[in-house]
């Protein structure tokens, strides 16, 4: 009977803590591929920090967590395609811990579209 008021108190306990981890956790960027191609070597860059991701075919997402520490900055994202490299910046603002959750749409033109939530 205890282990099973201990189970239920640390449930507890990480269910309300989900706020905090929130506020206090790693920021994600959300990368949409709408190129009409695939698209690789992908990695998002927030001042001195670099997360790479895998390829996305088009129509395709995925998301990060950044997990290193960087001071507030614009994102940049490089990627390569079949019509050559490309190294363009976000129209977007994150800092290095909680409610940032940027999604970061590439179309046809390659220049980044910027969807931004704060929780």
């Known amino acids: 009977m205890i282990f099973f008021g201990a189970f239920l108190f640390g449930i507890a306990g990480y269910v309300l803590s989900?706020?905090?981890r929130d506020i206090l956790g790693s920021?994600?960027?959300t990368v949409v591929n709408l190129t009409e191609e695939?698209?690789?070597d992908i990695t998002v860059v927030l001042?001195?920090?670099e997360t790479k991701m895998e390829s996305l075919k088009e129509n395709q997402f995925r998301t990060v967590k950044i997990r290193k520490n960087f001071h507030e900055t614009a994102?940049?994202?490089r990627w390569s395609d079949s019509t050559g490299n490309y190294d363009e910046w976000a129209d977007d603002y994150i800092q290095d811990y909680g409610f940032y959750h940027s999604t970061i749409i590439l179309p046809t033109s390659r220049k980044p579209l910027v969807i931004w939530?704060?929780?």
């Open 18 to 20: 989900a706020p905090i």
């Open 117 to 119: 939530e704060a929780r």
């Open 47 to 49: 001042g001195p920090t």
């Open 27 to 29: 920021p994600k960027v």
């Open 75 to 77: 994102p940049r994202i």
């Open 38 to 40: 695939p698209i690789h």
